[in-house]
């Protein structure tokens, strides 16, 4: 499998990013794939510049075997549409913002993550913040669900291509 950079993006990368940070890198552990793909997460607008996940994100990470306290969260950067190869928005806000600031020769990297989902019905992941943490939880499972299919079509689509 060629090198991949994979980077999950919502609003502020405190919730629903550094979640799907968490869960993608134990996937891609568990798959054995963490030579040939890394991870890394962003917000569009990160007012919270370096603050650590929501603490009820940090609590649902952890109750699965994640520990995502030590991520910091940070605005999308130019150098992030350059080296990504993919960059999955959480919803069509967040896309619409990465359509705005990424370059046009970059743009076929953008996609919601919920695009590679045959199971899932909605097309965005909905953000628990205003919620409790019982709407964590069914991030944690959209994410979970979503990101297993994701990896499943990065996989299919490397061996159609005949690596």
Do not use: W
């Amino acid at each position: 499998m060629e090198k991949l950079v994979i980077l999950v993006v919502c609003r502020a990368n405190i919730c629903r990013s550094p979640l799907a940070e968490g869960v993608l890198k134990s996937i891609v552990s568990e798959r054995g794939l963490t030579k040939t793909i890394k991870v890394d997460s962003a917000g569009t607008h990160a007012g919270l510049i370096s603050s650590r996940p929501d603490l009820r994100a940090q609590r649902v990470a952890e109750e699965h075997g994640i520990n995502i306290r030590r991520l910091k969260s940070r605005r999308i950067r130019a150098k992030d549409f350059q080296r990504s190869t993919h960059i999955l928005a959480m919803d069509q806000d967040n896309l619409k913002n990465l359509r705005e600031d990424c370059p046009s020769e970059q743009q076929h990297k953008l996609s919601l993550l919920l695009d590679y989902s045959t199971t899932i019905e909605s097309s965005e992941v909905p953000d628990p913040y205003y919620g409790s943490e019982s709407g964590f939880l069914q991030t944690y499972q959209m994410l979970h669900t979503a990101l297993n299919e994701f990896v499943d079509s990065l996989i299919a689509k490397q061996s159609a291509d005949g690596e």
